[in-house]
């Protein structure tokens, strides 16, 4: 298992949340208990499949971009995440 | 008695939209009429297509056979299942300075002479409609009975209309006197034939004045309230219109899906159907002189299309006299979606000898000068 | 604002094939570029935040490429192109990149097969649970059955255990003999053997299942469980995960848009590993999932032809080695004709586009299906349901246009001049 220390703060829907440096967003929001991350067509809630890229099912709002893949992004210190959309 | 043994009174060859609304309107008139496709239902220019349903003033007959057209979807409105995702956007046709809003007015008076309501937007309510269009435009004429749709699943529900018989995978390889000759060598008769294979047509009518002209599209991810109308530079009227070279112009749909529709661009390539990316960033930059924004926004598909393309870009409605009992209903150009049902109209009346509902004169396969030799 | 880039030879993916590619390109002195999604490089299978996590023949790669002198551009998602020219963007910007060689090593992905209960929250790919474990999801405590095909399900379970996780089962919807005759082959590669026994120590608490695979998962809003079956029976086990998927296919969409020929879902390629399209090798799992060691071979091949530098003796035998082993396994672990009938019609086929199987089930092809249902419209622009239905209903996956991934428009209104026409 890959070590990684705690170390940058996120915003997921507005709660801040401690998560390893280093970590995919995928990952961290999972760790939040997050398993919701954007909203199908039919309203149904999706959460990462594939964990790498192919998928595009683990899609949110990362600094107010719409449709990022969360598997293939790194937590940055101060990002704000937007689920459900 | 088998079912290929009845012989129907008409035969529509191609079930793009075109020919899936003449089908319907001979039907409608009490023919038993197939309806033959060598691929299925929709998958030619129908479904490469933007979708829009947009009243054109071009010149006369275009805004005679568009309105009306628009006229008969708006009869329909209520009857169109959910998939045919008909949204009332509206058309803003974009004036970018002082000369094009001078255009804007002339097609405000235009419309509003022929019975279609229009209005003009100055630069301030133009940019309160649509916000996200750069600062400083002059203004638009505001067409809103102009709608987009889904056109596939239009030209499937026009198929599903009772007293219609579609043959998909039935390829015809020649149009005879009173009948047709399919791939495979076998015929099928009928009362009359109606060719609406858009710009394949020539392949079976030699000498029919109606070639690809081919166009790309992108559509994005999902951005619901980018923009609200379907958005079109007034300079399209230029663009669109000279066959001979390549052109771009600015249009944006947004669609039922939230998604966005861009185009649009013109070229003569024969039948090339790969995407030329020099076009794609051209129609990307266009679009993005606009909506500066929409550079952000994410793109998932581009592809082309091929639009049958007439020399005067009125589409070819009528006898076809160089085969017995053969009509035309082609060359719809980018329209073929808006005009579907006024040329399924015209061209049923036309065979079945009812009195016409348009002057069907300027829609004359031979019409000079469009055909030579 | 367009950022340029160009190098002797460019290399698309970091994964073992890419890296070995750039090593050799780049000990021959050619000027090197390699691209991967990735932040770093390793792929997939190397994808590790810490390096010291890796097995040793991992290490010593990482540290090769390190040492080659090429130049690696992680973060980079190549969008479209031609051939000698790439258009890629990396945070949002564009980045154009010429190469007067190619070396296409974009690897492979999982397929995935629609059961009921597949789009819950909790269910995830075989190596994608790996892949979000090494992207730092903890799995402590965590209940996890394990399904799928080949030695993937193996590794991933191993993994999962070593994380902290509950491994409950492995199914394989293999049947026993298969496995146990393709098992006994194994002598002949050592290195794979050695592998398959540490993966049984492991695993000991961890039910290994042939024959099995699921039925449906279970859950309102998140997986809460799985029914697996035999075919004979099915039987229910709790799990917090499901990780689920059916063997891996190649990753040929990049190599399809420069025009490169592709046949039975994989890149063409000769003795060579030279494409249909001069100027472009291809080498690893997008020529045929063969795994990490013939991605090795195969990549160090293609990058010492499109460095053209000096031939390596017994490359070419090495690798004819490694492919009749994935030859073997893939006959092995051939995917049983049940599989077909999981997923009743009303489960989605498309999950970008919500399209039920029964619906995409009614049209006659995957182009049809496309514009009748909008099936494979979406963002993932067909790669979940296209080798899905592949395998489902004979279909053949459409034709792949730009770009090859979503991508900004302001991307690609920099790509400007017409790709030349495949010669």
Not at chain 3, 13 to 23: I, K, L, M, R, Y
Not at chain 3, 137 to 151: E, F, S, Y
Not at chain 3, 393 to 404: D, T
Request: with cysteine; net charge positive; glycine share 12%.
């Amino acid at each position: 298992m890959t070590t990684l220390e705690p170390g940058v703060r996120i915003e997921v829907d507005g709660v801040p949340h401690a998560v390893p440096a280093g970590a995919t967003v995928a990952a961290a929001l999972l760790n939040a208990g997050v398993s919701g991350f954007r909203r199908a067509v039919s309203g149904t809630l999706r959460a990462p499949l594939c964990g790498m890229g192919s998928c595009f099912e683990c899609r949110v709002r990362i600094d107010g971009v719409p449709h990022r893949r969360a598997c293939m992004e790194v937590v940055r210190d101060g990002m704000e995440v937007r689920t459900g959309a | 008695m088998t079912a290929a043994a009845v012989t129907p009174d008409a035969l529509v060859v191609g079930a793009g939209v075109v020919g899936a609304a003449c089908a319907r309107a001979l039907a409608q008139a009490g023919l038993r009429v197939e309806l033959l496709e060598a691929g299925f239902l929709g998958g030619g220019a129908t479904g490469a297509g933007m979708g829009h349903i947009v009243v054109m003033d071009d010149s006369p007959a275009q805004l005679a056979l568009t309105r009306a057209s628009s006229g008969l979807l708006a009869e329909l409105m209520d009857e169109l299942p959910a998939d045919v995702e008909l949204v009332r956007t509206g058309t803003l046709w974009i004036a970018a300075d002082a000369v094009e809003i001078e255009g804007a007015r002339a097609k405000v008076d235009a419309y509003r002479a022929a019975g279609v309501a229009a209005e003009l937007l100055d630069g301030a309510a133009l940019a309160e409609a649509e916000p996200e269009l750069r600062p400083g435009l002059a203004g638009a004429a505001r067409v809103p009975e102009d709608a987009v749709l889904y056109p596939p699943a239009l030209a499937r529900w026009l198929a599903a209309a009772p007293g219609l018989r579609v043959r998909e995978g039935s390829r015809v390889s020649a149009l005879e006197g009173g009948g047709v000759v399919l791939e495979d060598g076998s015929r099928r008769s009928a009362g009359s034939v109606v060719l609406a294979t858009g710009a394949a047509a020539a392949q079976l009518a030699p000498g029919l004045p109606v070639m690809p002209r081919r166009g790309h599209l992108l559509v994005s991810e999902r951005y619901p309230d980018f923009c609200r109308h379907q958005l079109v530079e007034l300079g399209y009227l230029r663009s669109a219109h000279d066959v001979r070279t390549a052109s771009v112009a600015f249009n944006v749909q947004p669609r039922a899906t939230g998604q966005l529709l861009i185009g649009s661009s013109r070229e003569l390539v024969g039948w090339e159907a790969g995407v030329n990316r020099g076009m794609v960033a051209r129609m990307l930059a266009r679009a993005c002189a606009y909506l500066p924004r929409l550079a952000a926004l994410q793109m998932i598909r581009t592809w082309t299309g091929f639009r049958p393309a007439t020399p005067d870009g009125l589409p070819l409605i009528g006898r076809w006299p160089r085969v017995p009992d053969t009509w035309v209903a082609v060359g719809h150009e980018g329209l073929g979606i808006t005009t579907a049902l006024a040329t399924g109209r015209l061209l049923a009346e036309l065979v079945t000898g009812a009195a016409p509902f348009l002057d069907p004169a300027p829609y004359d396969p031979l019409r000079e000068p469009v055909v030579s030799g | 604002m367009l950022e340029r880039h160009s190098a002797d030879v460019v290399v698309v993916g970091a994964g073992p094939a890419g890296v070995a590619a750039a090593c050799a390109a780049a000990e021959a002195g050619r000027r090197v570029l390699l691209l991967d999604e990735g932040v770093r490089p390793g792929g997939q299978i190397w994808r590790h935040a810490v390096r010291s996590g890796l097995p040793r023949p991992a290490r010593r790669w990482l540290d090769r490429v390190d040492r080659s002198g090429a130049t690696f551009t992680g973060g980079t998602t190549v969008v479209d192109g031609a051939p000698g020219r790439l258009l890629a963007e990396r945070q949002g910007q564009p980045l154009e990149i010429r190469a007067a060689a190619l070396v296409l090593a974009t690897g492979a992905r999982e397929r995935f097969l629609p059961f009921r209960g597949w789009t819950l929250p909790g269910v995830v790919g075989v190596g994608g649970a790996q892949a979000l474990v090494k992207g730092g999801l903890d799995v402590r405590g965590a209940r996890i059955v394990v399904a799928g095909t080949g030695p993937l399900p193996l590794a991933v379970a191993a993994a999962l255990r070593t994380a902290g996780a509950r491994v409950s089962t492995v199914a394989e919807q293999a049947p026993a003999r298969a496995v146990a005759r393709f098992a006994a082959g194994l002598w002949r590669t050592p290195a794979r053997a050695l592998q398959a026994i540490r993966y049984r120590a492991t695993l000991a608490g961890t039910r290994f299942r042939t024959g099995t695979w699921v039925a449906a998962a279970e859950g309102q809003d998140r997986v809460i469980g799985v029914r697996l079956t035999d075919g004979r029976r099915d039987w229910s086990e709790p799990c917090d995960w499901l990780c689920a998927a059916w063997g891996l296919i190649p990753a040929t969409e990049l190599a399809a848009v420069l025009g490169c020929a592709t046949r039975d879902g994989a890149v063409v390629v000769d003795g060579a590993l030279r494409t249909s399209v001069p100027g472009i090798w291809c080498a690893g799992e997008s020529v045929g999932v063969a795994g990490v060691e013939a991605a090795l071979v195969e990549g160090e091949m293609a990058g010492v032809a499109a460095g053209d530098g000096p031939p390596r003796a017994g490359l070419a035998g090495a690798r004819q080695r490694h492919r009749g082993l994935a030859r073997r396994m893939e006959a092995a672990f051939a995917l049983r004709p049940e599989l077909r009938s999981v997923a009743e019609d009303d489960v989605l086929a498309c999950r970008c586009e919500d399209v039920p199987l029964g619906a995409a089930r009614a049209a006659g092809s995957f182009r049809e299906a496309r514009l009748h249902t909008r099936l494979g419209m979406g963002a993932c622009q067909g790669r979940v349901c296209g080798s899905a239905l592949e395998f489902l209903l004979g279909w053949e996956p459409p034709a792949v246009r730009p770009p090859v991934l979503p991508a900004r428009a302001g991307t690609l209104l920099a790509m400007t001049a017409q790709p030349r026409r495949d010669s």
